[in-house]
């Protein structure tokens, strides 16, 4: 027999903050059915150019998205630790040398600093 174990749904910290989400310890097999309107044409052409359903494009561009978010929270948790000395202190130590042939700038390249 299978038996499926509920969690208990946590209280909001603040009146108001039970907005009805996914708990925070869902199984891992948990489905939040999502209604959204797309364009007909849009959701034809992404499920067959995939070979897939529309389902499964939403829930990847769902998951590729909250996996974005959680690199830009890293790397701004990594830019928070950083000091500006410490880079300079690095940089300070790269040759300055003319780039090996292939790793030239193109010709009429403008860096973006100098455009400040």
Known sequence: MNQRHEHPRPRPRHPGDDTGGIPPYAPRNA???IEAQVPDYLARE???KENVSVDQIVALAL???VSAWGVRDDMA???AR???VDFDLILSKVP????QPGDE???GYVS???LQ
């Open 46 to 48: 992404a499920a067959a």
């Open 82 to 84: 950083g000091k500006l």
């Open 63 to 65: 998951a590729s998205q």
């Open 31 to 33: 489905m939040t059915t």
């Open 77 to 79: 948790t990594r830019a």
């Open 105 to 107: 700038l193109p010709p």
């Open 96 to 99: 300055d040398v003319p780039p």
């Open 112 to 114: 973006p600093i100098s």
